[in-house]
């Protein structure tokens, strides 16, 4: 069920993409030959208007095909309603509406997100003490204006640098507060010592804190905590509230620590020596959120072009050798399979909806970015090529065009293996 669910939303963006080549297109007076939902043989068909629609067996993606775009050599095409015949700046048009559709349908799928749940703003929540935030003299009701010299117009601004930030990274924040007076801060991290079970953590809503994963060098290398088993208390302190649950860790000093946890069903105690390790404080920074409808729809624009940079600046630390392409490459495997994880795990229907409203605007503004780029055969190239054709004044041959095309294929080709190939580790653990 979740597989066919993630079909459906990626062919959706894809059918809106080619609506809006088909929409723009009989607007201006193109010819058209086929507009088609899905891929592969046609299972039926119908005629209007001189347009076939189809629709096919593969239910994924969508196609509209214009009369005269595509000529075997250079012929002579005199139709004025067939593709190359049309004026440039028509066809430069058309092309541009199907990005242009997928960008806008991620606004809209970011305002009912925004509209319906709320959304936050670069504006500094509740300080909590010790962390680097504190420590910095940041204020509730701060804003974040830069962040190392970054304009942070939204919190994914943010967080989109804090991705490259290492951990023992100072960080320079440009804020204004409430007041209305702008100042610098300094997040500087420091360095402590902790002792630690060793373990990673989820919180469910209904089984409370789970153990996700044991560090094979916990209890002086012969764990006795294992992944699934739900932390119950650590010497009769509660999991439930673990600020005090890790103090009860913290004040053990190295000596052993009884741990009750449920395994199987089953509750029980075992013994664990908690580790010394070194630590760096939280960043310490939380950020408000709010509900109003009006400013949703500008947040909606900025968290589209937001994602954009982070697009771009993946693309480029990822060339630069800095990101590796497993962590930034995924095809159309590893879409739907994120997707089909939403719809599949159990959590209320409620935080399900939240989720595919985020990965639906996030892919969607990300293939109509994508599309944009001048690499054959993505509608960036054509919009390159009518460029070149208003400078030279005259059309590259056929053949220099399907040279083009060859070569731009090739590279997207190597790109999807690659994705589908890093899809594929990823959903085999490996």
């Known amino acids: 069920m979740g597989i066919v669910v993630g079909l459906i939303i990626l062919s959706v963006m894809m059918i809106v993409h080619e609506l809006g080549h088909y929409l723009t297109g009989r607007r201006l007076g193109f010819a058209i030959e086929e507009f088609a939902i899905f891929m592969g043989p046609v299972l039926f068909s119908w005629e209007k208007k001189g347009i076939k629609y189809s629709i096919k067996l593969l239910p994924i993606g969508a196609s509209v095909r214009f009369a005269g775009e595509y000529l075997d050599n250079d012929e002579v095409d005199m139709d004025p309603s067939h593709f190359y015949n049309r004026p440039k700046w028509a066809r430069a048009i058309v092309i541009s509406t199907g990005p242009a559709l997928n960008l806008l349908s991620g606004v809209l799928a970011f305002f009912i997100m925004f509209a319906s749940f709320g959304y936050t703003i670069p504006v500094i929540g509740q300080i909590q003490k010790g962390t680097q935030a504190a420590a910095a003299g940041l204020q509730t009701g701060d804003r ?56 990673q953590i989820r919180v469910d809503n209904s089984l409370g804190t789970v153990i996700e994963s044991v560090d094979a060098d916990s209890n002086g290398g012969n764990p006795v905590l294992k992944a699934n088993d739900i932390l119950k208390a650590a010497n009769g302190v509660p999991a439930d509230d673990l600020n005090a649950f890790s103090a009860a860790v913290q004040a053990s000093a190295g000596k052993t620590v009884e741990v009750t946890i449920q395994r199987d069903g089953q509750e029980m105690t075992v013994v664990t020596q908690p580790a010394l390790t070194q630590v760096v404080n939280d960043r310490g920074i939380t950020f408000q959120s709010q509900t109003a409808i009006l400013p949703a729809i500008g947040q909606s624009f900025q968290w589209s072009w937001s994602i954009i940079k982070v697009t771009v600046r993946s693309i480029g630390l990822m060339f630069a050798g800095t990101v590796k392409p497993q962590d930034t490459l995924s095809g159309p495997v590893g879409v739907v399979s994120l997707i089909s994880d939403v719809v599949t795990q159990e959590e209320p229907l409620v935080d399900k909806i939240y989720q595919l409203l985020w990965m639906f605007a996030l892919i969607s503004v990300s293939l109509g970015f994508m599309n944009l780029l001048p690499i054959p055969p993505l509608d960036g190239n054509h919009l390159v090529l009518i460029g070149v054709e208003a400078i030279r004044r005259k059309r590259l041959s056929v053949k220099i065009q399907n040279l083009i095309g060859l070569v731009g294929i090739g590279i997207i080709v190597i790109l999807a293996l690659a994705g589908l190939y890093f899809d594929i580790m990823r959903l085999t653990g490996k």
């Open 144 to 199: 974040i204006l830069r962040a190392d010299g970054e304009a942070i117009r939204t919190t994914l601004d943010y967080s989109g640098q804090e991705m490259f930030f290492s951990d023992d990274q100072t960080v320079d924040l440009l804020v204004r507060g409430s007041d209305g007076q702008t100042r610098t801060a300094v997040l500087q991290p420091a360095v402590s010592d902790v002792y630690r079970l060793g373990i």
